[in-house]
């Protein structure tokens, strides 16, 4: 699994489709110019079920940019990629935190396909 890149996002920005959606489309530039390879086997996508991200402008986004979109089972909090330390700017490179997250974040998903959508923990 690779990370491309990280943004912050400016305080009391309000976060809509539109603006949602091109922040997908500059997902896919990054990817094109620092994994070119990538495109060409496929993106997989994951989100969570916010309003704003299933817009239809932002899902039009997604299947105009060629990502798979993951689907994100309704309620789960315990499946956010947040949990899972995803974000390895904010992690020294000694710390394993994220590899561990990582690995942590397959492991959940797969006990969430085979509790077929029940709640997950640890």
């Known amino acids: 699994m ?15 489709g539109q603006y949602y959606a091109s922040l997908v489309r500059q997902l896919r530039e990054k990817i094109k110019e620092k994994r070119r390879g990538m495109l060409r086997r496929g993106v997989l996508f994951h989100q969570d079920n916010a309003p704003v991200y299933k817009s239809v402008v932002a899902m039009a986004a997604i299947h105009e940019c060629g990502f798979k979109l993951m689907q994100h089972p309704p309620y789960s909090p315990d499946l956010a990629p947040s949990d899972f330390h995803l974000f390895p700017k904010h992690e020294t490179e000694q710390d394993k935190t994220y590899e561990n997250g990582i690995k942590a974040l397959q492991r959940r998903w797969k006990k969430c396909v085979d509790l077929q959508g029940d709640y997950v923990e640890n």
């Open 2 to 16: 690779d990370l491309i890149g990280d943004r912050a996002v400016i305080h009391q920005l309000t976060i809509n």
